[in-house]
C-alpha cells in the first residue's frame, strides 16, 4: 500500500498563506470584486473589544487580589514549561535500543515514509516484514536490492481480511525466536476535492485504508504483541487536528486514526504495550504528485451531476485546481522526509519514546498557534487559501438589475443614458424661495 504525504492537511498552508487579492468577476454591465465567501464582518473587533475588556478587568482585579496575578502567572508558566520541555527533548540526543531479536511489521512500504523507514530499520539490525501493496513492483524490488537479506517483502492489502490474516500466519510461522516488537500502521491514501464532489465511493475508499486498515492490522497483531509487551505506531496527519477545506474524505480518516490511537494508547497499558503517533505536514512523496491528483479531480468533477457544474462552474474548477497545485508546490521538499523517518525510527527503536511526533519544531509552533486562535479566526485564515473565484450560482445572484435612463441621447445605441443613481434628497434653503427657512417667522393665514 502506497504511503501517503500524512499531512494533506497542510498546516503549513494556514499559517504561511497570505490573504489573496480579490479577483474581479466580469459582466455586461458592471465589475464585482469578489472575496472568499467566509467574512470576518464586525466580529474581528469584537473579539479584539472583549480582549480588552477582560485584561483590563484582570489588571484591575489584581491590583487588589494577589491570587489572580499568581495565577495568571501559574498559567503562563505551564505554557512556557511546556514549550521549553519539549524544546529540550528536541535538541537531546535520541539513543536507539538493540534491534537484534526483535521484528518489525510496517505497512505501505512501497514507497514514501514506509519505504524509507524499513531501510532505517533494517540498518539497525532489525527484522523488517516490510508490507507491500504490490509485492512484485518496482518499489518493492528496489527495497529488496537496497537492503539485507533480513528484510522480507510481505503482500499487505490492509483493506482485505484475508491477506491481512494471511500476512499474520506467515509472520507467525517466520519469526521463529524472534519477538515481534512493533507494528506500524503507515499504508494510507488522500483524495483532493470538495466535499459535493466526492463520491461517496471515495470517502469509503479512504475510509477503508487511512482508518479501517489500521485498526484490522492492530486487531489481528495484538497477540503477537502482547507476548513482547511491544509498540504500536500509526502514522496519522496534522490533518487529523485540523479539518482542511477541500481535504474533507483525508482529514475524516485521519481524525479517525488519531481518536484510535488514544483510545488503543489507554487500553493497551495493562498490557504494557505503548501506542504512538507520527502526526507530519505536507511533503513532497509520490502521492503528492500534481498529474495523478488532477487527474482524480477532473474524474471526479465528471461524475458530477450536471446542475452541481452548473452551479460551481468551470471557472471556479479551475481556481481550485490552481489553490491545489500551489498547495503542492508548497510542500517540504524530499531532503526534510529525514525528518519524519527520524522520528517514526524513535517510535519504533527509541529507548524514551514519545506519545506523539510532530516533526520538525516550526510545524510544531505552529500546531500550537493554531489550537490557540479562535475559531472564527482559524476558519479565516483556512479560507484565505482557498479559490477566490465565486461559483457561477454565486456570481449570477449578485448582479444587480441597472437602472438606465430612459430618455434618449443622440449617437448612443442601445440603452440611451447613463445609469440612474439615487442621491439623498434634501431642501435647499438658499435657492428655494417657495421652502421657508426653519429660521424664518412663517404667519399662515387662514
Known sequence: MEATPNGADLNFLLISARPPEPRLVHSRARTLPYTASFSMGMTWYHMVAAWLLAWVALVIVSQRSWAVSWLALGLMAAHIGDWAMKAAMNAMPRKNIDGNGKAVLITGCDSGFGRLLAISLDKLGFKVYAGCLQPDGTGATSLKLETSSKLTVVSLDVTKEDEVRAAYKFIEDDLGSLDLWAVVNNAGIAAFTEIEWCPIAEYRRVYEVNSLGPIRVTKTFLPLLRKSSGRIVLVASLAGRYTFPGFTAYSMSKHATVSFADGLRLEMQKWGITVHTVEPTLYRTPISQEGPIHRALDRFWEECPEDVRNSYGDEYMKDFKTTISAHLNRAKPSEKIKEVVDDMVD???????????????????????????????????????????????VA???????????????????????????????????????????????????
Open 347 to 393: 517510535a519504533v527503536a527509541g529507548q524514551d519514546p514519545k506519545s506523539r511526533y510532530v516533526p520538525s519544531v516550526v510545524t510544531q509552533v505552529r500546531a500550537k498557534v493554531l489550537s490557540a486562535l479562535p475559531d472564527k479566526v482559524r476558519d479565516h485564515l483556512f479560507l484565505s487559501s482557498q479559490p477566490q473565484t465565486p461559483p457561477a450560482y
Open 396 to 446: 449570477e445572484r449578485k448582479k444587480k438589475r441597472l437602472l438606465m435612463d430612459p430618455r434618449p441621447r443622440p449617437g448612443v445605441q442601445g440603452p440611451q443614458g447613463a445609469r440612474i443613481k439615487r442621491m439623498f434628497s434634501m431642501p435647499n434653503w438658499d435657492k428655494k424661495d417657495m421652502t421657508p427657512s426653519p429660521k424664518s417667522e412663517t404667519k399662515f393665514k387662514f
